[in-house]
């Protein structure tokens, strides 16, 4: 079906119309339309407009209002103070939209993106041999929620899983596995060979062993870096032990994944090594540019606004003096792939705030060597800090980081107990998948609602409340709205634009209607939080709604059906919204 175009959208254009016929030398001038609590919609662009053309803006606003017409989209507009104009939409208008939305179930008239390109997202990036903390959750969330944006709005999206599957941890690994074999003994079977949580514990446990033999014997760190460079050698026995930690890792990760509700493909896994072969390629061409330079035997990149605590350059180091790899070697490799062979017009990075000095110069190292330019651009969506109730970084009682399957088995354990608190005729069984669903939803919902910058605490008691800003509140809402339908029986929603609405339709009617844009500017601008605090809005405005305006007890036929459909659009748009940032909505709560 053909794109719905918004309430806004239509009146912008008779705005700009009128004002480019009331004052030409303005050209296609913004009104400066934006949503009121004195009308429908106020336009402030007049004032700016009348002030560089010397004008009365009262007058202007004036001369603008006689040029538009009122009628089907716009009921009545008015001048205010020094030449505001406030703009009241027709009823019918209103439910006109809203049907044309409604008929078009798959997309409810949200436009696809004029000239879409290929977004490379690079998010979820866990290490191999190491279990997933609270400090993975934000990046494939956040992640996740951008990928479905950007697919929604028409762009073609390749998703990568950067994890770390390389470097010298591995060789320690290797060679502290060969030199303790009966580390793997003290069970009936190889750990190596079960699945899941339990094989990851015992790998984490075995790293953490490792790492600190490492620390305290150079014997055992020299023997470690020797194993680093068998493994890259492609020594067949080191290469295989290295396939056995990559392959448990994954399966621990998708078990991980699962839990998140998030599809994570195997042949979107491409981790450090998969660049192993282009390393050499990429330091070749940076140095032969002139872009890399050698220094103490390092290849290196200067920057002149970067420098040190003593104002020393700090460098990029793309290659070690010993000739050995850095991660920057890896990032530059991985974009010339990124942009190169995928043909990616957008690469986005969901990484640690903590990183931005090195992605800010890797990237201005890739727009140096001509990979990045106007046509190609990188950009660090980089993200806060999950914190503890106290403020400070979220740490176990013992100073440990939380492990990433624990907290989330704990929201989906919370969320149970609020389900089966309200649940009046759900199964056990039920009961328990709607408690994955408001658990996971809660962690999710509360990462999306905060911009990505931003720091957050980790609250679960407040993440399941059915009171305030929560996946819980907004699934209720739809829950609440699908209970409506099925008590109306025969009687099915079916728009009415005949009929005038209370104050409360109009409000619920116009967010309603203003899902395009939000989706739109949430893709543009890589902020999910942004649609979460629509959502949010949505819910509260279909609260009100349910309080003033009786549905199934309205005192005509039409309007119990006019107002049914203002319930079933208000559901449908939530359900899209919350897909959107990979939340469920139960039909039952």
């Given at each position: 079906?053909?794109?719905?175009?918004?309430?806004?959208?239509?009146?912008?254009?008779?705005?700009?119309?009128?004002?480019?016929?009331?004052?030409?030398?303005?050209?296609?001038?913004?009104?400066?339309?934006?949503?009121?609590?004195?009308?429908?919609?106020?336009?402030?662009?007049?004032?700016?407009?009348?002030?560089?053309?010397?004008?009365?803006?009262?007058?202007?606003?004036?001369?603008?209002?006689?040029?538009?017409?009122?009628?089907?989209?716009?009921?009545?507009?008015?001048?205010?103070?020094?030449?505001?104009?406030?703009?009241?939409?027709?009823?019918?208008?209103?439910?006109?939209?809203?049907?044309?939305?409604?008929?078009?179930?798959?997309?409810?008239?949200?436009?696809?993106?004029?000239?879409?390109?290929?977004?490379?997202?690079?998010?979820?990036?866990?290490?191999?041999?190491?279990?997933?903390?609270?400090?993975?959750?934000r990046s494939a969330v956040i992640g996740?929620?951008?990928?479905?944006?950007?697919?929604?709005?028409?762009?073609?999206?390749?998703?990568?899983?950067?994890?770390?599957?390389?470097?010298?941890?591995?060789?320690?690994?290797?060679?502290?596995?060969?030199?303790?074999?009966?580390?793997?003994?003290?069970?009936?079977?190889?750990?190596?060979?079960?699945?899941?949580?339990?094989?990851?514990?015992?790998?984490?446990?075995?790293?953490?062993?490792?790492?600190?033999?490492?620390?305290?014997?150079?014997?055992?760190?020299?023997?470690?870096?020797?194993?680093?460079?068998?493994?890259?050698?492609?020594?067949?026995?080191?290469?295989?032990?290295?396939?056995?930690?990559?392959?448990?890792?994954?399966?621990?990760?998708?078990?991980?994944?699962?839990?998140?509700?998030?599809?994570?493909?195997?042949?979107?896994?491409?981790?450090?090594?998969?660049?192993?072969?282009?390393?050499?390629?990429?330091?070749?061409?940076?140095?032969?540019?002139?872009?890399?330079?050698?220094?103490?035997?390092?290849?290196?990149?200067?920057?002149?606004?970067?420098?040190?605590?003593?104002?020393?350059?700090?460098?990029?180091?793309?290659?070690?003096?010993?000739?050995?790899?850095?991660?920057?070697?890896?990032?530059?490799?991985?974009?010339?792939?990124?942009?190169?062979?995928?043909?990616?017009?957008?690469?986005?990075?969901?990484?640690?705030?903590?990183?931005?000095?090195?992605?800010?110069m890797v990237f201005e190292t890739a727009?140096?060597?001509?990979?990045?330019?106007?046509?190609?651009?990188?950009?660090?969506?980089?993200?806060?800090?999950?914190?503890?109730?106290?403020?400070?970084?979220?740490?176990?009682?013992?100073?440990?980081?939380?492990?990433?399957?624990?907290?989330?088995?704990?929201?989906?354990?919370?969320?149970?107990?609020?389900?089966?608190?309200?649940?009046?005729?759900?199964?056990?069984?039920?009961?328990?998948?709607?408690?994955?669903?408001?658990?996971?939803?809660?962690?999710?919902?509360?990462?999306?609602?905060?911009?990505?910058?931003?720091?957050?605490?980790?609250?679960?008691?407040?993440?399941?409340?059915?009171?305030?800003?929560?996946?819980?509140?907004?699934?209720?809402?739809?829950?609440?709205?699908?209970?409506?339908?099925?008590?109306?029986?025969?009687?099915?929603?079916?728009?009415?634009?005949?009929?005038?609405?209370?104050?409360?339709?109009?409000?619920?009617?116009?967010?309603?209607?203003?899902?395009?844009?939000?989706?739109?500017?949430?893709?543009?601008?890589?902020?999910?939080?942004?649609?979460?605090?629509?959502?949010?809005?949505?819910?509260?405005?279909?609260?009100?709604?349910?309080?003033?305006?009786?549905?199934?007890?309205?005192?005509?036929?039409?309007?119990?059906?006019?107002?049914?459909?203002?319930?079933?659009?208000?559901?449908?748009?939530?359900?899209?919204?919350?897909?959107?940032?990979?939340?469920?909505?139960?039909?039952?709560?």
């Open positions: 079906m053909a794109p719905v175009t918004s309430l806004s959208d239509s009146v912008n254009q008779r705005l700009a119309s009128a004002l480019s016929a009331a004052l030409p030398e303005a050209g296609s001038a913004d009104p400066l339309l934006r949503r009121s609590d004195r009308a429908d919609f106020q336009a402030n662009g007049i004032l700016a407009l009348a002030k560089k053309a010397k004008a009365n803006p009262r007058v202007l606003a004036t001369e603008v209002v006689a040029r538009i017409e009122s009628g089907e989209v716009i009921k009545d507009i008015e001048v205010s103070g020094p030449g505001f104009l406030n703009i009241t939409i027709s009823d019918k208008a209103i439910i006109e939209n809203l049907a044309a939305r409604y008929a078009d179930a798959a997309r409810l008239g949200v436009p696809v993106a004029e000239h879409p390109g290929t977004t490379v997202i690079d998010y979820a990036q866990p290490n191999v041999a190491k279990e997933m903390h609270v400090g993975h959750l996740d929620s951008v990928v479905q944006l950007l697919e929604f709005t028409g762009e073609t999206v390749v998703r990568r899983h950067h994890i770390g599957d390389w470097g010298t941890q591995f060789g320690m690994l290797i060679q502290y596995l060969d030199e303790h074999p009966h580390e793997l003994d003290h069970k009936a079977a190889a750990d190596l060979q079960a699945s899941g949580e339990e094989a990851m514990s015992n790998l984490d446990r075995l790293y953490k062993a490792a790492r600190k033999l490492f620390d305290a014997d150079e014997e055992f760190k020299t023997r470690a870096r020797r194993r680093v460079v068998d493994l890259q050698a492609g020594d067949p026995h080191t290469l295989a032990t290295w396939q056995k930690f990559v392959d448990e890792s994954k399966l621990y990760f998708f078990s991980v994944f699962e839990k998140l509700d998030m599809e994570i493909r195997d042949e979107d896994i491409v981790g450090e090594s998969g660049y192993n072969d282009m390393l050499a390629e990429t330091c070749r061409l940076l140095e032969e540019s002139g872009v890399a330079v050698r220094s103490e035997g390092a290849l290196c990149v200067f920057f002149d606004d970067i420098k040190g605590p003593e104002g020393n350059p700090v460098p990029l180091i793309v290659q070690k003096s010993d000739g050995g790899y850095g991660y920057a070697a890896t990032d530059l490799s991985a974009i010339r792939d990124r942009v190169f062979n995928l043909k990616a017009n957008s690469l986005i990075y969901v990484v640690d705030a903590r990183q931005s000095l090195h992605f800010k727009r140096r060597a001509g990979w990045l330019n106007e046509d190609v651009k990188a950009y660090q969506l980089a993200f806060g800090t999950v914190l503890g109730k106290d403020g400070k970084p979220f740490k176990t009682r013992e100073g440990e980081t939380v492990r990433l399957v624990d907290l989330l088995d704990e929201a989906v354990e919370r969320a149970s107990a609020v389900v089966r608190d309200k649940a009046q005729d759900l199964s056990e069984e039920e009961i328990a998948e709607r408690g994955a669903q408001v658990g996971i939803g809660a962690v999710k919902y509360a990462d999306l609602s905060t911009s990505a910058i931003r720091d957050y605490k980790f609250d679960l008691d407040q993440m399941v409340s059915l009171n305030g800003d929560t996946s819980v509140y907004l699934q209720y809402a739809y829950a609440r709205i699908q209970s409506i339908l099925r008590k109306a029986g025969e009687v099915r929603p079916s728009a009415h634009p005949e009929l005038e609405l209370a104050e409360a339709e109009r409000a619920l009617g116009l967010h309603v209607d203003a899902f395009g844009e939000t989706v739109a500017d949430a893709a543009t601008e890589y902020a999910p939080h942004k649609l979460a605090a629509y959502l949010y809005q949505l819910a509260s405005l279909y609260t009100s709604f349910y309080d003033k305006c009786p549905v199934l007890k309205a005192e005509t036929p039409d309007q119990v059906e006019n107002r049914l459909f203002l319930c079933d659009v208000t559901a449908r748009t939530l359900h899209q919204g919350m897909a959107l940032l990979g939340i469920r909505t139960p039909e039952r709560l």
